[in-house]
């Protein structure tokens, strides 16, 4: 566990900087731009988990640490441990085809579960439909939204490799207040179970799928009840 900081063949530093699930407000953009100035910085790249990358001397570090920090960004995490959130657009006044504001809850998560120690690499998809944009079927926890405040969650993927893993349905249906539950569930059962540097997709397969089912009374509790059918109401009101 530790920061997303990379010693490149050049000898330079490949630093990675984390946004709110890489939404940056322009005064965060200038100040980006005025520190990339400042320290020299050989280039920027944008990455598939919506951080970005800053190549400097190593010497540099301290600064680029503290000058991104006084921008309210950080130094990303990296190893043994809970990543970035990846999340859409997810709302209303961003995309035509969301169906929640998922933005909101993809903050909350990052918020709270961001390096929280695990065995190895966990990342955290986060999309506003069906269509998947930051790939959540391929995550180790995938929030996926059905309708206003509906989730379901996918966990177990494996993305960025060569031998991707689409994850598998773990709850449907459930608020927000569920994925957060269940999110922590899931987190303690890997911590309980894994072997040592062992992938969610990997400890699955080996411990079962049972252990990471969340308990019925608390999926229940996540979940909307059913409505009486007109025909039960019915049977219920003549018999009083």
């Known amino acids: 566990m530790g920061d997303a900081i990379f010693l490149q063949k050049s000898g330079i530093l490949g630093v990675g900087i984390?946004?709110?699930?890489?939404?940056?407000?322009?005064?965060?953009?200038?100040?980006?731009?005025?520190?990339?100035?400042?320290?020299?910085?050989?280039?920027?790249?944008?990455?598939?988990?919506?951080?970005l990358i800053f190549l400097i001397p190593e010497e540099k570090l301290p600064v680029l640490r503290e000058g991104v920090e006084s921008l309210g960004l950080r130094v990303g995490v990296f190893g043994e441990t809970v990543r970035n959130v990846k999340a859409c657009a997810g709302s209303s006044e961003l995309c035509q085809r969301s169906l929640s504001d998922v933005f909101a809850l993809a903050g909350i998560l990052q918020d709270r579960f961001m390096n929280r120690p695990v065995p190895n690499d966990f990342k955290i998809?986060?999309?506003?439909?069906?269509?998947?944009?930051?790939?959540?079927?391929?995550?180790?926890?995938?929030?996926?939204?059905?309708?206003?405040?509906?989730?379901?969650?996918?966990?177990?993927g494996r993305g960025a490799s060569r031998k991707p893993i689409h994850g598998r349905l773990l709850a449907e249906k459930v608020n927000g207040e569920g994925v957060l539950a269940i999110l922590e569930h899931v987190l303690v059962r890997y911590n309980e179970l894994a072997q040592p540097k062992e992938r969610l997709?990997?400890?699955?397969?080996?411990?079962?799928?049972?252990?990471?089912?969340?308990?019925?009374?608390?999926?229940?509790?996540?979940?909307?009840?059913?409505?009486?059918?007109?025909?039960?109401?019915?049977?219920?009101?003549?018999?009083?």
């Open 18 to 51: 984390v946004a709110q699930c890489g939404f940056l407000t322009p005064q965060q953009l200038m100040g980006l731009a005025r520190l990339a100035q400042e320290l020299e910085c050989k280039a920027c790249k944008l990455t598939t988990r919506q951080t």
């Open 201 to 240: 997709c990997h400890t699955i397969q080996r411990a079962g799928w049972e252990p990471f089912e969340p308990p019925a009374d608390m999926l229940a509790s996540f979940q909307p009840q059913e409505e009486e059918s007109d025909f039960l109401h019915f049977l219920n009101q003549t018999t009083r």
């Open 125 to 156: 998809s986060v999309a506003g439909c069906h269509r998947g944009c930051t790939e959540p079927f391929c995550a180790d926890f995938g929030v996926v939204a059905t309708g206003e405040d509906s989730f379901s969650i996918y966990i177990g």
